[in-house]
């Protein structure tokens, strides 16, 4: 078993910047895929962000130029530091691992951008 732990979020003004963290632990080698997923009230999670074992990277086209997802394969850890964030940014963040061929989910980190 692998377990996520995600930290970072938090309420944040409009145009500021947070920084996510997700941490895998438990039988965690050869992480493949790590990403970042975020779910809006009465919206579908959707894909924000991933980046594999090698360092290529995906970015969904609404944080582009925004977000930047980068990972430590010796840490087993996955970040996501957005910037210039927006009120339509408010979500639930969650991280997601591939590890083989199964998928691990955190348990989400709420980011909040609000006046």
């Known amino acids: 078993q692998v377990q996520l732990v995600e930290s970072g979020g938090g309420l944040v003004q409009p145009g500021g910047s947070l920084r996510l963290f997700c941490a895998a632990s438990?039988?965690?080698?050869?992480?493949?895929?790590m990403g970042w997923y975020r779910q809006a009230p009465g919206k579908q999670r959707e894909l924000v962000a991933r980046i594999t074992r090698g360092g290529s990277t995906l970015y969904a086209d609404f944080v582009k130029d925004r977000f930047t997802i980068s990972r430590d394969n010796a840490k087993n850890t996955v970040y996501l530091q957005m910037n210039s964030l927006k009120p339509e940014d408010t979500a639930v963040f969650y991280c997601?691992?591939?590890?083989?061929?199964?998928?691990?989910w955190g348990q989400g980190t709420q980011v909040t951008v609000s006046s």
């Open positions: 997601k691992m591939v590890v083989v061929l199964n998928d691990y």
């Open positions: 438990g039988n965690a080698r050869s992480i493949n895929s």
